[in-house]
């Protein structure tokens, strides 16, 4: 079963997670996986990670998102995120990864981010 859902929205490459829980090391090399495979898919470059759903994450899957956005940097695809829980805000905070990675409330205000390029956006 395919740990991550995908659609695409407004020329954003929206992608999913269909577990709420990434704690199992055998999940999380396969979310990892999918996820650089979704930098290659990604729509006019701009792939968002929509956490809903997703209450606990481990520390190895902290460490495929920074590969992810590594990745993303490298081939010049925008990342964003949102929906993401307290528990999970709470470590980006304390590894201050909450100012490295681009996150949004919600996807519809993550979606409209994208148009926001420029000096007047």
């Known amino acids: 079963m395919a740990a991550l859902r995908s659609e695409e929205m407004e020329g954003v490459l929206v992608v999913s997670f269909t577990d709420a829980k990434l704690l ?3 999940k999380i090399q396969q979310v990892g996986a999918e996820l650089l495979e979704m930098v290659t898919r990604a729509t006019d470059d701009r792939l968002l990670l929509n956490f809903s759903g997703v209450s606990f994450m481990s520390s190895a ?6 590969l992810l956005n590594k990745k993303c940097k490298t081939d010049g ?9 307290s528990n999970v805000m709470d470590v980006f905070k304390i590894t201050k990864l909450n100012k490295v990675f681009d996150i949004h409330p919600n996807e519809e205000k993550a979606v409209k981010a994208y ?4 000096w007047f956006g």
């Open 24 to 26: 199992e090391e055998t």
């Open 61 to 66: 899957m902290i460490g495929k998102l920074v």
């Open 77 to 85: 695809v925008d990342l964003k995120m949102c929906n993401i829980s």
């Open 115 to 118: 148009a926001k390029k420029g």
